[in-house]
T-cell receptor, first 110, second 115 residues
């Protein structure tokens, strides 16, 4: 079945630095979504990417969908303590099923 | 403003008790899901429903059961709780082109502790 993998599992980053987390699917996707879960909270939708090679920005967050529509990345610039949490990607292949990746847990060192 | 509601928010219960976790959504979504998640870990799909009277088991085997008698209501039941059931249970719904996007909306979760 479809598998979605995220790396790294843990990301320790110094406040002010940049980092990137990656999402890879075993199958071609129709779209990919990103969610953020704050510690103790629930996942909240961030963005959806649909087109091959698509790039979207939300303030300091840049999301990219690969040309082959099998991978995606989230790049955060000038990391802040408010960026702490787990970032999940979720890929949708043909049909209705959305498969979540294992998440990247981001810890920010002040 | 929450469109999907889960109760209770926290629950501590003794081994062997029967419990029902409630999930309701006001968005009219056909698709609803239950995920089990240990703190800070992966989301494991345990049940889903594509509409009234439709329920399916998810990727992770679970001793819980679900029902979908009404569109807005998707309760999860554990007939006999065990300490291994201690976890967070997240309910989600997904709408067809919700505000132009096909996204999941999650409830705040139920943190279950079985002692």
């Amino acid at each position: 079945g479809q598998q979605v993998m995220q790396i790294p599992q843990y990301q320790h980053v110094q406040e002010g630095e940049d980092f990137t987390t990656y999402c890879n699917s075993s199958t071609t996707l129709s779209n990919i979504q990103w969610y953020k879960q704050r510690p103790g909270g629930h996942p909240v939708f961030l963005i959806q990417l649909v087109k091959s090679g698509e790039v979207k920005k939300q303030k300091r967050l840049t999301f990219q969908f690969g040309e082959a529509k099998k991978n995606s990345s989230l790049h955060i610039t000038a990391t802040q303590t408010t960026d702490v949490g787990t970032y999940f990607c979720a890929g949708q292949a043909a049909g209705n099923k959305l498969t979540f990746g294992g998440g990247t847990r981001v810890l920010v060192k002040p | 403003e929450a469109d999907i509601y889960q109760t209770p928010r926290y629950l501590v219960i003794g081994t062997g008790k029967k419990i029902t976790l409630e999930c309701s959504q006001t968005m009219g979504h056909d698709k609803m899901y239950w995920y089990q998640q240990d703190p800070g870990m992966e989301l494991h799909l345990i049940h889903y429903s594509y509409g009234v009277n439709s329920t399916e088991k998810g990727d992770l085997s679970s001793e819980s059961t679900v029902s979908r008698i009404r569109t807005e209501h998707f309760p999860l039941t554990l007939e006999s709780a065990r300490p291994s059931h201690t976890s967070q249970y997240l309910c989600a719904s997904r709408g067809e082109w919700d505000r132009g996007r096909l996204i999941y909306t999650f409830g705040s979760g139920t943190r279950l502790t079985v002692v």
